[in-house]
Nanobody, 122 residues
Framework: QLQAFGGGLVQAGGSLRLACAASSRRFAGNVMGWFRQAPGKEREFVAAISWRGDITSYADYVKGRFTISRDNAESTVYPQMNSLKPEDTAVYYC?????????????????WGQGTLVTVSS
């Protein structure tokens, strides 16, 4: 009910736009978040956006480079990733949370989609 796509191989300094499509049931009224997991590392928070799209939250390591947005009519959330670095290489996951405000805490997210791999070459 959540599907992330748009991953691929990109050179350092390049850009990539991911997308996460959800069923209206999973999308409506929920905070949408993005997390990532690099090989051998724990899953970490990337960004999240409130239902109305007026409140966003970013991890410090992507702030200023990534922008999260959502299209509620299409039940889709997008992270635009610019100035990509090799350390951004990871599998990226989207998830939904019933919290009012965007949260970086994975356990606050109820449903997770399959990830999409982003590889940034140096």
């Amino acid at each position: 009910q959540l599907q992330a796509f748009g991953g691929g191989l990109v050179q350092a300094g390049g850009s990539l736009r991911l997308a996460c499509a959800a069923s209206s049931r999973r999308f409506a009224g929920n905070v949408m978040g993005w997390f990532r997991q690099a090989p051998g590392k724990e899953r970490e928070f990337v960004a999240a956006i409130s239902w109305r799209g007026d409140i966003t939250s970013y991890a410090d390591y992507v702030k200023g480079r990534f922008t999260i947005s959502r299209d509620n009519a299409e039940s889709t959330v997008y992270p635009q990733m610019n100035s990509l670095k090799p350390e951004d290489t990871a599998v990226y996951y989207c998830a939904t949370s019933g919290t009012v405000l965007p949260t970086p805490t994975p356990r606050r997210y109820d449903y997770w989609g399959q990830g999409t791999l982003v590889t940034v070459s140096s």
